[in-house]
Every structure is written in C-alpha cells, then in structure tokens.
C-alpha cells in the first residue's frame, strides 16, 4: 500500500479567523494562544508578526515568550483570544 505524500493535510480556516489573526499584526496585539505540533502541545502568550502562505497552507509568524520568532500553520491552532 503506498502512503499518501502528506499525511496531515491542511484544512483551511474560517475568513473571519483569518481576519482576526490580521488584525492583532496591525495593531501589535499580543494573542493567547494553543496549538500543537508533532504531538507536543503548546500555550503561549505571543505576538503575531506576519501571516503567509507556502503551498496552499497558511502559516502564523509570531515572536514566542523566549523572544524566539517561530512559524506555526494555521489549522494546527486550537484556541485563539486576545491576551
């Protein structure tokens, strides 16, 4: 059996979150945020730099407590509020 190339494939996230995301980069507002990553759960105090997008997968830029500035993709973000 041959394994799909991307097994974790990206599922796109709702417009207005998108525009949330946005608008906390414009106004420099720090987001409260939880997410995972291969396997590893995480919840950090962060402030949203930049969004893109590589390959049809959207991506948050954010500066991490430990001042680290780390790229995580949208759809693995499990909760998202204004700290």
């Given at each position: 059996m041959t394994e799909p190339l991307n097994?974790?494939?990206y599922a796109p996230i709702a417009c207005a979150r998108y525009s949330e995301y946005e608008e906390a980069i414009?106004?420099?507002?720090?987001?409260?945020l939880r997410w995972y990553e291969d396997n590893?759960?995480?919840?950090?105090?962060?402030?949203?730099?930049?969004?893109?997008t590589v390959n049809h997968e959207e991506f948050l830029i954010f500066r991490a407590d430990s001042d680290e500035i780390l790229t995580i993709r949208l759809d693995r973000i499990r909760r998202m509020e204004l700290a």
């Open positions: 097994q974790n494939p414009m106004h420099r507002q720090k987001l409260h590893v759960h995480y919840d950090q105090v962060v402030l949203p730099l930049d969004l893109k």
